[in-house]
T-cell receptor, first 111, second 116 residues
Framework: LAKTTQPISMDSYEGQEVNITCSHN???????ITWYQQFPSQGPRFIIQGYKTKVTNEVASLFIPADRKSSTLSLPRVSLSDTAVYYCLVGANNQGGKLIFGQGTELSVKP | GAVVSQHPSRVICKSGTSVKIECRSLDFQATTMFWYRQFPKQSLMLMAT?????????EQGVEKDKFLINHASLTLSTLTVTSAHPEDSSFYIC????????????FGQGTRLTVV
């Protein structure tokens, strides 16, 4: 299973755009890239998923270069409530596809 | 959207007793579910893959006789921590993915286990 590497922590201020980059050099052909958000004492919550190029939804954008060896989660105009741990995962996109968590990025948004 | 629900959300038990945690997929059938454990300030660690109608697959280093997994139906998997000890105190989380192609995995709200 592809291993992911992310910055351990990041700081930002309210209203700023935050970009978190994840490295996954040995991503497999059938792997998807998925980002989750976790608040303390809660299960992870899905943010966005993609396979290649760019994906955008109502909360974030995901940029994936052509070689797919990295991806960048972009959070526009963060607020205090975006303070959380963000995990980048790669894996097969089927019911039996394991998701192995890396260390995640602890994002702290300050006023 | 799809929901995965865990019960209980928190439990306190005495050393030596067993605790059962339930994980349900509320609006989809899941032939596979996953169990994770998370210690404070750490990431989620995959413990095992729960397979409906067959034995669970455990990750390396996870004691299968200690953490019993039963996936008796397509919407329910249970994790039983047997003969619990204080070091088993942790946050246990399950996940499952709907069968539709491209679906993301959903996670339960987690179960905080405290062994005293």
């Amino acid at each position: 299973l592809a291993k992911t590497t992310q910055p351990i922590s990041m700081d930002s201020y309210e209203g700023q755009e935050v970009n978190i980059t994840c490295s996954h050099n040995n991503i497999a052909t059938n792997d998807y890239i998925t980002w989750y958000q976790q608040f303390p004492s809660q299960g992870p919550r899905f943010i966005i998923q993609g396979y290649k190029t760019k994906v955008t939804n109502e909360v974030a954008s995901l940029f994936i270069p052509a070689d797919r060896k990295s991806s960048t989660l972009s959070l526009p105009r963060v607020s205090l409530s975006d303070t959380a741990v963000y995990y980048c995962l790669v894996g097969a996109n089927n019911q039996g596809g394991k998701l192995i968590f890396g260390q995640g990025t602890e994002l702290s948004v300050k006023p | 959207g799809a929901v995965v629900s865990q019960h209980p959300s928190r439990v306190i038990c005495k050393s030596g007793t067993s605790v059962k945690i339930e994980c349900r997929s509320l609006d989809f059938q899941a032939t596979t579910m996953f169990w994770y454990r998370q210690f404070p300030k750490q990431s989620l660690m995959l413990m095992a893959t729960s397979n409906e109608g067959s034995k669970a697959t455990y990750e390396q280093g996870v004691e299968k006789d200690k953490f019993l997994i039963n996936h008796a139906s397509l919407t329910l998997s249970t994790l039983t921590v047997t003969s619990a000890h204080p070091e088993d105190s942790s946050f246990y989380i399950c996940s499952a993915r709907p069968p539709e192609e491209g679906s993301e995995a959903f996670f339960g709200q987690g179960t905080r286990l405290t062994v005293v």
